[in-house]
């Protein structure tokens, strides 16, 4: 998937800066496509030179001008044709993964605190996507919500994130486990 397709899902929100897409992708769609502030800007730009989004700047006092980007009805179809087409299957490439497969007694420690902090991140990572979810909900019952809003995708792709962190705590939690018998056993 490129980056633009995640940008014009972003978009259909509505008209944003491009600093409010990098907020809403740290926020919102880091669970399934993370993007650095470099390569947003440089999306934006090449989208906006074919078609995909307009851009207007917004004169503002005391700060820099702002520009804010829409997607415009050809964005629109290459969204359209995007979602036509069938998903790719998910490729994980996982640095820590790569440890705890190659880990000896002697790793351990280093391997522990790696999965250690993992856990740590996956909590907080839990924590602002189930924050997220409350501001959603808004007090309505996840039903009212489903019933009332106006796009479910970004609630069903949060949900999606946050099973994901779930599961990482729960698998750090059991590795952490393990490596400490392992460690204990070895002196």
Same mark, same amino acid.
């Given at each position: 998937?490129?980056? /633009? *397709? &995640?940008?014009?899902?972003?978009?259909?929100?509505?008209?944003?800066?491009?600093? #409010?897409?990098?907020?809403?992708? #740290? &926020?919102?769609? &880091?669970?399934?496509?993370?993007?650095?502030?470099?390569?947003?800007?440089?999306?934006? #730009?090449?989208?906006?030179?074919?078609?995909?989004?307009?851009? =207007?700047?917004?004169?503002?006092?005391?700060? %820099? *001008?702002?520009?804010?980007?829409?997607?415009? %009805?050809?964005? /629109?179809?290459?969204? /359209?044709?995007?979602?036509?087409?069938?998903?790719?299957?998910?490729?994980?490439?996982?640095?820590?993964?790569?440890?705890?497969?190659?880990?000896?007694?002697?790793?351990?420690?280093?391997? =522990?605190?790696?999965?250690?902090?993992?856990?740590?991140?996956?909590?907080?990572?839990?924590?602002?996507?189930?924050? @997220? =979810?409350?501001?959603?909900? #808004?007090?309505?019952?996840?039903?009212?919500? +489903?019933?009332?809003?106006?796009?479910?995708?970004?609630?069903?792709? +949060? @949900?999606?994130?946050?099973?994901?962190?779930?599961?990482?705590?729960?698998?750090?939690?059991?590795?952490?486990?393990?490596?400490?018998?392992? +460690?204990?056993?070895?002196?």
């Amino acid at each position: 998937m490129a980056l /633009r *397709n &995640a940008v014009l899902a972003a978009l259909l929100e509505g008209e944003a800066s491009g600093y #409010d897409l990098a907020k809403g992708f #740290d &926020a919102s769609v &880091a669970n399934f496509w993370m993007a650095t502030p470099q390569q947003l800007y440089k999306e934006l #730009d090449r989208m906006a030179a074919e078609g995909l989004i307009e851009t =207007r700047v917004v004169q503002q006092e005391r700060r %820099p *001008n702002k520009r804010l980007h829409a997607i415009t %009805p050809a964005g /629109r179809a290459a969204l /359209r044709e995007f979602i036509a087409e069938p998903a790719k299957p998910t490729a994980i490439r996982d640095e820590m993964m790569v440890k705890v497969q190659g880990m000896e007694t002697e790793d351990a420690p280093a391997v =522990r605190a790696a999965v250690a902090e993992k856990l740590e991140w996956s909590k907080a990572k839990l924590a602002r996507y189930e924050r @997220l =979810r409350g501001r959603l909900l #808004d007090g309505r019952s996840e039903q009212a919500y +489903l019933a009332e809003a106006e796009r479910v995708g970004p609630y069903l792709t +949060l @949900l999606r994130g946050i099973s994901f962190e779930q599961e990482n705590i729960r698998w750090a939690e059991f590795a952490l486990s393990v490596i400490e018998r392992r +460690l204990a056993a070895s002196v």
